[in-house]
């Protein structure tokens, strides 16, 4: 039976994933999201408790949410993290737990992870050559991302290991066969995404776009890939390379956008509902926690903010606005 705090918006769509940020802060400093300095970070007790994680979640699923993504931020730098998880995935109705993470803390934590009942999760990965991990992360880690990585491959029950790379012009392009030879190498699932106009330098500019289909054009002219189908509400395009070996694919929000089927909302670590990555107004949900509202209240300010999701982005659209807050600081 419908919870009559049903999470369905506007235009009829089902909110059913949730991408909650559990931290602000991270331990890389990737030029397309953060500036080098670092943001102003937020204050220990402006950050959401894991009891409040846990009751928004639990509130969220009992009005259709069917899956949660742990984001951040570097989620893998909050401590008790597995914790949080474990008390997660035993939430009746969850159907899924995952995580994004850009897998420098992965070789020390994937164990932790896959005991905690982690099954799903996402490694941002944008370059295999050293200079230009250093270059784009402002961090000298490549080694350690590619050995946690291998670390998760002795948990098969986090599976599928999908690894995204966001693609830039004049960086990507130049790497994209050697992505290709990674995704058939290993057993992981090579992701591309586009650039999006959420990087707090504000450096974004439509020729940085490389779409998903001249990447897929480039490798399919080496490599031959044919579609898989997916699920209406996924964001990817996903292709198997045609000699069987590995997966590919592609995510292009700014050149396909997807809006019409998203499913999505966001939770920042600062306790505020977004329903749109490119949204100018948010939804607080912490001060009613902490004013002790109902758990229908919370579901009632929940379900009154879906209903006002956005149509759609306007990157592509004249006179498009930007967010008002970057990738990190919203939980990407
Ligand atoms: N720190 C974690 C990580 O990097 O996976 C989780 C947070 S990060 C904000 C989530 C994802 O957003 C990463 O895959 C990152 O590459 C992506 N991202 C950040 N800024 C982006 C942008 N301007 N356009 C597209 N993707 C972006
Ligand atoms: Fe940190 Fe992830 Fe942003 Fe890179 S993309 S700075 S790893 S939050």
Redesign the pocket.
């Given at each position: 039976m419908l919870h009559p705090q049903e999470l369905i918006d506007g235009f009829g769509r089902h909110i059913e994933d949730m991408r909650v940020s559990v931290i602000d802060k991270?331990n890389f400093r990737?030029t397309?999201?953060m500036p080098a300095e670092g943001l102003r970070w937020l204050k220990n007790d402006e950050v959401l408790s894991f009891d409040e994680i846990e009751r928004i979640v639990r509130i969220a699923v009992q009005r259709g949410i069917r899956q949660i993504r742990l984001?951040?931020?570097?989620?893998t730098v909050r401590a008790g993290l597995p914790e949080l998880i474990e008390r997660l995935v035993h939430l009746p109705g969850l159907q899924a737990v995952s995580l994004?993470?850009?897998g420098f803390l992965l070789r020390r934590l994937a164990k932790d992870l896959a005991d905690a009942g982690l099954t799903r999760i996402?490694v941002?990965l944008d370059t295999l050559v050293q200079q230009k991990f250093e270059h784009i992360t402002r961090r000298n880690h490549l080694s350690e991302v590619l050995a946690g990585l291998e670390e998760l491959e002795k948990y098969p029950t986090i599976s599928p290991i999908k690894v995204?790379a966001?693609a830039i012009r004049g960086f990507t392009d130049e790497e994209v066969l050697e992505f290709a030879r990674f995704a058939r190498r290993k057993p992981y699932v090579v992701r591309f995404?586009e650039?999006?106009p959420?990087?707090a330098d504000e450096s974004?500019t439509p020729e940085m776009i490389l779409t998903g289909k001249e990447l897929h054009d480039m490798i399919h002219a080496v490599y031959p890939l044919l579609p898989r189908d997916a699920a209406p509400a996924s964001t990817s395009r996903v292709y198997q390379f045609a000699d069987g070996k590995g997966e590919i694919g592609f995510i292009n929000p700014v050149s396909e956008p997807f809006c019409s089927t998203c499913n999505r909302i966001r939770i920042t670590a600062d306790g505020q509902l977004r329903t749109c990555l490119f949204s100018r107004w948010e939804t607080d949900l912490r001060g009613p926690l902490r004013e002790n509202h109902s758990d229908d209240e919370i579901g009632a300010l929940m379900l009154r903010a879906v209903q006002q999701k956005e149509m759609k982005h306007r990157i592509n659209d004249p006179g498009f606005v930007r967010a008002n807050r970057s990738?990190?600081q919203i939980g990407?």
């Open positions: 991270c990737c397309y999201c984001t951040g931020g570097e989620p994004t993470t850009n996402n941002s995204n966001v995404i650039f999006m959420l990087d974004w990738m990190s990407g």
